[in-house]
């Protein structure tokens, strides 16, 4: 494992199948906790458990506005500071994808902003779900989530047509601000795959393949 763990440090190790079950849940936390991830990355209906069982040990990461991000923006606001009193270390949202398409970056920076404010300082990480857009937009949201100050743009929910890609996350890198960081997540198939997004700028790598993976060799 010594060989991955620079590795299995920059993932969240993820699981949001709606039919999770705790006993699922339970394993992934176990799993972070011996390959030392990043972080587990769970259902907001886990939140309260998963922080009690882990104490502390692994950040505890949730979505919001999961996975097709049109939920009104109070919701999200909502969604958020539940998840935060009930112990969510990190904050995965999901934009607004048809305001998106009307180009209604107004009501997308205050969105994002009105969820960094509940976020009271913990980690938000802004989900703009890259299959579905052009890069003309991708490049306006990475301005946006700069301007903004979230601390992460993320690429994918992993529930939509397509996840990560190596030319996302490099555009990604051309156009955010030095103090947004990059997470690739969807499709990460392989030991390969992860590799590659961190060598183009990724610094978080949204999946529960690669445990899997090294725990199989």
Known sequence: MSDYAKLLSHVDHTLLRPDATWTEIKQICDDALQYHTASVCIPA??????ADYLQGRIPVCTVIGFPNGYSTTAVKVFETKDAIQNGADEIDMVINLGWVKDKRWDEI??????IRA??????????IETCLLTDE????????????????IKTSTGFSTGGATREDVALFAAHVGSHVKI??????????????FLALGADRLGTSRIVKLIKSL
């Not at 509940?118 to 989900?127: R, Y």
């Open 45 to 50: 209906s886990y939140v309260r458990a998963c």
């Open 109 to 114: 920076t205050q969105e994002i902003s009105d």
């Open 118 to 127: 509940a976020c009271t300082g913990k980690v938000l990480k802004v989900i």
């Open 137 to 152: 937009e991708k490049i306006k949201l990475c301005q946006i989530v700069t301007e903004v100050n979230a601390d992460y």
């Open 183 to 196: 997470k690739a997540a969807g499709g990460i198939a392989s030991l390969q795959d992860g590799e590659d």
